[in-house]
Every structure is written in C-alpha cells, then in structure tokens.
C-alpha cells in the first residue's frame, strides 16, 4: 500500500522559510516522479515543482529561485525547502506521485507578519 505523508508546514513571517517533508511508504520516491502542488482557500490546486526519478526538476515561475527541491533516497523522503516566503505562498501543500492518485493528506503554510 503506497502511502505519503508530508511534514513541516507551520506559520512562518514574510521572508522566512520552511522544509516540508514528502515521506514514502510503498513506493521508492528514488524511482518516481514526485510533484509537490498547493491550493489556497477558493483557488485550485496548482502544481508547484517536481523532481523525477533522474532528479531534473522544474519550478513554477512565481517560486523560482526561491523553491528548492530535492530527495533522500536513504529516507525515501523528498523536501521542498522554500525560502524568501511570500504572503501568497500561503496554502496547503501536497506531495504528489506525479500523474497518479496517490497524494499526502496535506500540511498547512501560512505565511504572515
């Protein structure tokens, strides 16, 4: 049974940042493609950035040069660092095997002052 379960979102200040955490059960992540997407309150979810299994990755333009992600084959965990967060950063986050429908439940950012 392929499970992912996404950590450390939180509340963070205009500026700041925050790791979030795609950890895998059930699936090597080394092998995948894994998207993280983000939806805000009235909007759809929107894919922000994906790794894949030869570790490319591609970034939405609003969070280039801000978000980073990257993988962990010994945790089987892929992060999405972001930093120089922006009030409009503020969603929940999802961990995604690209093109599937296995996704994380979700963890929450808000960025505000």
């Known amino acids: 049974q392929i499970q992912l379960v996404e950590s450390g979102g939180g509340l963070v200040q205009p500026g700041g940042s925050l790791r979030l955490s795609c950890t895998a059960s059930?699936?090597?992540?080394?092998?995948?493609?894994v998207a993280w997407y983000r939806q805000a309150p009235g909007q759809e979810r929107e894919l922000v950035a994906t790794?894949?299994?030869?570790?490319?990755?591609n970034y939405q333009d609003s969070v280039k040069d801000r978000f980073t992600v990257s993988g962990d084959n010994a945790k089987n965990t892929v992060y999405l660092q972001m930093n120089s967060l922006k009030p409009e950063d503020t969603a929940v986050y999802y961990c995604?095997?690209?093109?599937?429908?296995?996704w994380g439940q979700g963890t929450q950012v808000t960025v505000a002052s």
């Open positions: 790794i894949s299994s030869t570790r490319p990755t």
């Open positions: 995604n095997l690209y093109r599937t429908h296995f």
């Open positions: 059930g699936v090597f992540l080394r092998v995948a493609t």
